[in-house]
């Protein structure tokens, strides 16, 4: 399987967005907008996003594509709302955790069955590999999207009226 050249700047392009999003969740405990990575992860995501649509093959890339779109915008949206009500900063915290979810899946996915290069992992989209991988990529987002919102709650107990 070869591939393209607008499949390599797709490749190449959204590739930066995994240790970005790596380091926001490790320093911030979630995607930070304001900050340089963040900004960063912003474009490298988009890039990787819009360079999908020519490239996919099949039907759910393009819905995972456009599922991804709408939730980087509307993260990056609700980062940038001026006076933004209490509840955006949790939509925007989900939205960009599930931005970084679509784009491990088919991270994982494509490199499983692509690597090593003639001898790939995985061969069957039903292998018990790939589904493991996809379910652990999967638990990581219900288990971190809650404490994500935890852990803003405690941090802003003005997002809180509760806590008062």
Request: glycine share 8%; aromatic share 8%; hydrophobic share 50%.
């Amino acid at each position: 399987m070869t591939i393209s050249p607008l499949g390599w700047l797709h490749t190449l392009g959204s590739l930066p967005a995994i240790p970005l999003a790596a380091y926001m969740l490790f320093k911030h405990g979630r995607i930070a907008p304001a900050t340089g990575a963040g900004r960063a992860y912003f474009w490298f995501m988009l890039l990787g996003v819009l360079t999908v649509y020519p490239i996919a093959h099949r039907p759910v890339s393009t819905i995972v594509a456009t599922v991804t779109l709408v939730a980087l915008l509307v993260g990056y949206g609700l980062s940038k709302w001026p006076g933004r009500p209490r509840a955006a900063h949790y939509v925007e915290t989900a939205a960009l955790s599930l931005s970084v979810f679509l784009l491990m899946v088919p991270t994982v996915s494509e490199s499983l069955r692509r690597l090593p290069a003639g001898h790939p992992l995985v061969t069957d989209m039903k292998d018990p590999l790939l589904l493991g991988a996809q379910g652990v990529l999967l638990l990581l987002l219900l288990v971190g999207v809650p404490l994500q919102l935890r852990w803003i709650a405690k941090q802003r107990p003005a997002l809180n009226p509760s806590a008062a």
